[in-house]
């Protein structure tokens, strides 16, 4: 690999205990990965390396990784799968989406659902949305008197910490664009017919409280970046950098979890096919 993913990292990295500053984080950051065609060159070997990593990760079987993406509407959740996992085979990668909780979701504790889809020991694992959503879309909404949204910040570093010293390794990524990027986006789908689909009403309602959500990122930027759990900003107003980007973290974290294949306790030479 020709980039320095540590100098990547570093850079859109919230350090813990220290304030995120998100008004003052790129959405374009155009110096790290400056050139497209070198950042389309690095997306494709990352993808490539970390189908690889991933098989040794499942032979190992005694560690996974979750990779949390975070975002506003349109920020790119889902093309950031498509482009950094596209080389993983369906068996070593489950994906899982979280949507406005079900009815039996709800008659749970809010972590109830995503500790479920946790991946297991082999598993790379990505969540589309997460539990954050239950201090972004729930705060802002006010789906929950705010005094149990207070408490869920600690809840979730602790839920964190626990699932980092049982063998999972955690990264979580907010994809951050900015206002007139999500305006272009939404734009779009409404133009480009292929596009309509993804359009939805809601996402309008939501733009509005574009100031709210932003207060509610930089408060848990803020709280739950931690040294088992860090967040990363990543500027995704352009989606060749942004995918970049979080392939090389990606791959430059499962590399040094350095996943081997386990040894056999006896000889190949001891056994003949026929
Ligand atoms: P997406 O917008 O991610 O492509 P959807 O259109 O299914 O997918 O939207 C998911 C919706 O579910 C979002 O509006 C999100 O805010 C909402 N949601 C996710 N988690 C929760 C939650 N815990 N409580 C309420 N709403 C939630």
Redesign the pocket.
Known sequence: MTHDWKAIDAAVRVEPGEKSKLKERDTVCDHLFADRDAAEAALKDCAKAINDLQDRLWAERSRSLLVVLQGI?TSG??GTVRGVFNQCGPLGVSVT?????TEEELAHD?LWRVHAAVPKKGMIGVF??SHY??VL??KVRG?APSETIEQRYAQINAFEKHLSENGVVILKFMLHISKDEQRERLQERLDRPEKNWKF?A?DLEDRKLWDEYQSAYETLLDRCSTAHAPWRVIPADKKWRRNAMIAAIVHGTLADMAPTYPRVSWKPTDFTVV
């Open positions: 509407d959740k889902d989406a979280f949507g406005k909780p809010y589309n949305r959503e239950d879309v729930v789906l939805n809601g």
